[in-house]
């Protein structure tokens, strides 16, 4: 089975700062597709950016991108200028043919005004 | 846009009731899931579906039954409810395994 570790229960950031959330994976196929999804305290789970594991180029997302480290199963979001509307749980996921999305138990994300 | 409905959004069950989790999508998306998030941690995969009539166990299954006989539809039913199935439940969809997907509110369950 595939496992999805972030070893990062919570984490803290200023307002407007920079901060980057850590996900390691583990794998042995070569072709598979990463996830970072957001849980705000609403509960309702929304897609923040994907990455495939062929393209070597990071992905990002306006004020969201990734750092994208195949050979070492990294996959690290960076918030640059957070915002206060960032504060939510923050879960990394992975998937690939015959696996369904695999989920890392979160990290919970507090931003400081 | 209505996205994925789960009713209902609370419930609270006795020990060795059943009941059913009512999940639809109106985006005609083939794949279905149902997962489960305990307190603080992150989603379990208990059973998914690639398509009307096909059903597949994930991580968790037990304690729990699907069926998938529209493409908007996807009920999770829960047999003889125990406290370790206190949980909140979410259902997904997907136009496949490698694309967003997209949740539901989620539907909290609590087994006393």
């Known amino acids: 089975a595939q496992t999805v570790t972030q070893s990062q229960p919570e984490m803290s950031v200023q307002e407007a700062e920079t901060v980057t959330l850590s996900c390691t994976y583990d794998?042995?196929?070569?072709?598979?597709?990463l996830f970072w999804y957001k849980q705000p305290p609403s509960r309702q789970m929304i897609l923040v950016i994907r990455?495939?594991?062929?393209?070597?180029q990071n992905a990002t997302e306006n004020r969201f991108s990734v750092n994208f480290q195949k050979a070492a199963k990294s996959f690290s979001l960076k918030i640059s200028d957070s915002q206060l509307g960032d504060a939510a749980m923050y879960f990394c996921?992975?998937?690939?043919?015959?696996?369904?999305?695999?989920f890392g138990g979160g990290t919970r994300l507090m931003v400081k005004p | 846009n209505a996205g994925v409905t789960q009713t209902p959004k609370f419930r609270i069950l006795k020990i060795g009731q059943s009941m059913t989790l009512q999940c639809a999508q109106d985006?005609?998306?083939?794949?279905m899931y149902w997962y489960r998030q305990d307190p603080g941690m992150g989603l379990k995969l208990i059973y998914y579906?690639?398509?009307?009539?096909?059903?597949d166990k994930g991580e968790v299954p037990n304690g729990y039954n699907v069926s998938r006989s529209t493409t908007e539809d996807f009920p999770l039913r829960l047999e003889l409810a125990a406290p370790s199935q206190t949980s909140v439940y979410f259902c997904?969809?997907?136009?496949?395994?490698?694309?967003?997907?997209?949740f539901g509110e989620g539907s909290r369950l609590t087994v006393l």
């Open positions: 997904a969809s997907s136009t496949h395994y490698t694309g967003e997907l997209f």
């Open positions: 794998t042995s196929e070569s072709d598979y597709y």
């Open positions: 990455q495939e594991a062929y393209k070597q």
């Open positions: 996921a992975y998937t690939n043919a015959g696996n369904m999305l695999t």
């Open positions: 985006m005609n998306h083939n794949y």
């Open positions: 579906s690639v398509g009307a009539g096909i059903t």
